[in-house]
């Protein structure tokens, strides 16, 4: 049984991580609105969700699979995340299945790819000949398709017609590479310095109550109760 103690701590770093994904993912979007202002379409409208609809034959672009009503999702083909620095904006934006969704994230969250550049493209490169018998993804896969010539063909189809959408949208293909070379490195900065500022002001939160509340009053790291509560 893990220790109590464990338990809250690895909450702690938790709850610091969510917020500075967060203040990444703020920045990102914020990014996204300025980059994509003048673009010629437009993301914050029911055109563009109809426009990669029809591109997809209303079809999850990963599995293929129809789309059906409540099961489909907004997905970032690059993830809106420190490592694949992902934008909100026209071709990065697609409608995909909730399961696909969930199952590439964990190609979106590592630091460094090994199958393909992009979170995306790797996701799609999971055919069960290059990774551990352990792999989910593979796994994944192979319960969408069964038989490995039809998943490798299926996965190499649906990687190219992925391409083709994004090729669609120049401005942005225009700015990937720059965005790749330097974006991951400023916001893993970014991710690690609010981590930084979020513990020198709780510490500075809790130095300050601990002033006011007195002498005998413990509030730092490591101590359990304060001093001048007596035992029940």
């Known amino acids: 049984m893990s220790d109590p103690t464990s338990q809250l701590r690895s909450a702690t770093r938790r709850a610091k991580s969510d917020v500075a994904n967060k203040i990444v993912s703020m920045c990102l979007h914020e990014l996204s609105r300025r980059v994509a202002e003048h673009w010629p379409c437009r993301i914050d409208g029911?055109?563009?969700?109809?426009?990669?609809?029809?591109?997809?034959?209303?079809?999850?672009?990963?599995?293929?699979?129809?789309?059906?009503?409540?099961?489909?999702?907004?997905?970032?083909?690059?993830?809106?995340?420190?490592?694949r620095a992902g934008l909100h904006v026209p071709g990065n934006v697609l409608v995909a299945c909730?399961?696909?969704?969930?199952?590439?994230?964990?190609d979106d969250s590592v630091k460094a790819l090994t199958l393909a550049e992009s979170g995306w493209g790797s996701f799609l490169s999971?055919?069960?000949?290059?990774?551990?018998?352990?792999?989910?993804?593979?796994?994944?896969?192979?319960?969408?398709?069964?038989?490995?010539?039809?998943?490798?063909?299926?996965?190499?189809e649906n990687t190219e017609r992925i391409r083709s959408f994004r090729a669609a949208f120049p401005e942005l293909e225009q700015i990937l590479p720059a965005l790749r070379e330097?974006?991951?490195g400023l916001l893993t900065k970014l991710y690690s310095d609010c981590q930084a500022f979020a513990e020198t002001e709780i510490r500075s939160l809790l130095d300050g109550l601990e002033r006011i509340a007195g002498p005998g009053t413990h509030l730092t790291a490591g101590s359990r109760t304060s001093e001048s509560v007596s035992p029940g």
């Open 98 to 106: 909730r399961k696909c969704n969930g199952e590439k994230r964990r």
């Open 46 to 83: 029911e055109e563009y969700e109809r426009l990669v609809r029809k591109w997809f034959d209303n079809k999850c672009p990963y599995c293929a699979r129809p789309l059906a009503d409540g099961q489909s999702v907004i997905e970032h083909l690059d993830g809106m995340n420190r490592y």
């Open 126 to 156: 999971h055919d069960g000949a290059r990774c551990a018998a352990s792999c989910l993804t593979c796994k994944y896969w192979s319960s969408v398709w069964a038989d490995p010539a039809e998943r490798r063909t299926r996965l190499i």
């Open 182 to 184: 330097t974006l991951p």
